[in-house]
């Protein structure tokens, strides 16, 4: 695996559906065999792959909205997980 460079821009995956579930209380990804139930930090940062972000958008958008400061290696990590699930592409 390879961690995300901050300019490329993640996208959910071919055959995943990002959404809210109320019945869960929380954002899942939707896939024919089944469904991922997501943390609310997994929610927080697959909310924004969009492909129009890049991860550096990504970070600095997270840290602006939790007033925080140093995720960068955090959301790659997380994305890097995410992209060996097939869950985003880049």
């Excluded at 559906?17 to 943390?39: D, I, S, T």
């Excluded at 602006?64 to 097939?86: C, I, K, P, Y």
Aim: glycine residues 8%.
């Amino acid at each position: 695996m390879s961690t995300p460079a901050a300019d490329v821009r993640p996208v959910i995956g071919r055959g995943f559906r990002f959404q809210w579930e109320p019945a869960q209380n929380c954002h899942v990804l939707l896939y024919p065999e089944g469904m991922v139930k997501l943390n609310q930090s997994a929610g927080e940062i697959l909310s924004r792959c969009n492909g129009e972000r890049d991860v550096a958008a990504i970070v600095g958008d997270l840290e602006s909205a939790f007033n925080t400061s140093g995720l960068f290696d955090d959301v790659t990590a997380f994305l890097e997980m995410a992209r060996a699930q097939h869950w985003v592409s880049w």
